[in-house]
């Protein structure tokens, strides 16, 4: 079994990719667009990825020299699947298969990529890792009420200290950012307990265990059309993993706010300061 994640825009021939992958016993994560693909890559840590090359927001030639380019997922064994072969894409992919052909084909290469001596993406964790799941499902006990106040205390500190409209630390679940304490959120994410990871960049974050930051979300392929956005009006953005005495990723320590370019170099080194810290009382809950 391995993990795939596929990029295919044409609805019906995501659906019988899917399909015909999973009956050979792959688990397939399947995205629309090549944005969604590059998200899906960070948090899934796939064993192969394959491409359409016409998708909006991105080419599949586009994600794959970005996936190629960085050391994270450089080794990820790639297959282009696509009714056009752009130039440049043999000198990327492992693999170009051309559109109409039997997936039967398509399952028989994607075997033989994977049989290959390419090293994989090691990076971070996947989400669904049973073992960094159950590190954060040790901390969903209830806080001890002078621990949840002195969190409130510290992260109300630190969105004051990086000039942040809110600040928020919050678990990282396979599917959802569960809020452990956090100041100026929206009341809808408040009222929930948490946001699902694909309105924010956290799932990212905790699979590339990596901080992120940016100066405008706006600009970013990935990021620019999610709810963080588009809802919330966020476009400065700075956070960092937070890790469980094992060196786990279970939480997140971030900070946001709807101008660009309010955060720094300067405003991570603030959150790595403090992400042991809050982590300690956290840790408590176990």
Not at 246 to 254: F, K, T
Request: glycine fraction near 8%; aromatic fraction near 2%; charge should be negative.
């Amino acid at each position: 079994m391995a993990v795939i994640v596929a990029a295919e825009d044409d609805v019906d021939v995501a659906d019988l990719l899917t399909t015909t992958l999973s009956r050979a016993g792959h688990v397939v994560h399947m995205a629309g667009n090549g944005p969604r693909a590059l998200q899906m890559v960070a948090e899934c840590h796939p064993d192969l990825v394959i491409l359409d090359h016409g998708m909006p927001g991105m080419t599949g030639l586009d994600v794959a020299r970005r996936l190629r380019a960085d050391d994270a997922t450089s080794g990820v064994p790639m297959m282009m699947l696509s009714a056009i072969t752009p130039d440049g894409a043999r000198e990327v992919f492992d693999q170009v298969l051309h559109k109409p052909m039997p997936f039967r084909q398509v399952v028989d290469v994607a075997r033989d990529l994977l049989d290959t001596s390419r090293p994989r993406l090691t990076t971070g964790r996947a989400l669904t890792d049973p073992e960094r799941l159950a590190a954060v499902s040790r901390l969903l006990a209830e806080p001890d009420p002078v621990d949840e106040l002195s969190l409130a205390l510290e992260i109300a500190n630190i969105a004051e200290a990086t000039r942040a409209q809110a600040a928020v630390v919050g678990l990282v679940l396979d599917k959802a950012l569960q809020t452990i304490t956090s100041v100026g959120l929206p009341d809808l994410v408040v009222e929930a307990g948490g946001a699902p990871l694909d309105w924010t960049p956290c799932g990212v974050l905790a699979g590339t265990d990596r901080p992120m930051l940016f100066d405008d979300l706006i600009t970013d392929p990935i990021f620019r059309d999610i709810p963080m956005v588009t809802f919330s009006g966020v476009r400065s953005y700075a956070a960092v993993p937070m890790h469980s005495p094992e060196g786990l990723v279970v939480a997140v320590l971030g900070v946001m706010a709807p101008e660009p370019g309010r955060f720094g170099g300067g405003t991570l080194d603030l959150l790595r300061a403090a992400a042991p810290r809050l982590m300690k009382l956290i840790d408590r809950r176990r």
